[in-house]
């Protein structure tokens, strides 16, 4: 079972990036999933999640209006649209699934499986 992130990159403070997610090895199609990003010398935050129907959304304060979660569930992949990216939004961004939970969690405890990361820097 894997989870690839993808789509990171170098961007300038205002400028947009769309992270991918593509899950193999099983299908997520019925889980939770979310997207987590960890900045250096910081823990590990929650970013955004949606659940498996897409029927709930939710984000952190932090990137409302600004970042979009969906899904492709023929395409097993999980989508991030982040727009009007600012410097404090580097890190590393991961995606992780939750194959537990019908709802959106925030603890990256309850994700059971997770991607290896992609690496997001916004320059000012």
């Known amino acids: 079972v894997q989870l690839q992130a993808s789509g990171g990159g170098l961007v300038m403070a205002g400028g947009s990036l769309r992270l991918s997610c593509a899950a193999s090895?099983?299908?997520?199609?019925?889980?939770?999933m979310g997207w987590f990003r960890q900045a250096p010398g910081k823990e590990r935050e929650f970013v955004a999640g949606?659940?498996?129907?897409?029927?709930?959304?939710y984000y952190r304060e932090s990137v409302k209006g600004r970042f979009t979660i969906s899904r492709d569930s023929a395409k097993n992949t999980v989508y991030l649209q982040m727009n009007n990216l600012k410097p404090e939004d580097t890190a590393v961004y991961s995606c992780?699934?939750?194959?537990?939970?019908?709802?959106?969690?925030?603890?990256?405890?309850?994700?059971?499986?997770w991607g290896q990361g992609t690496q997001v820097t916004v320059s000012r």
């Open positions: 949606i659940t498996w129907s897409s029927s709930s959304k």
């Open positions: 090895g099983r299908a997520f199609s019925r889980d939770t």
């Open positions: 992780a699934a939750d194959t537990i939970r019908n709802y959106v969690s925030t603890a990256p405890s309850d994700y059971n499986y």
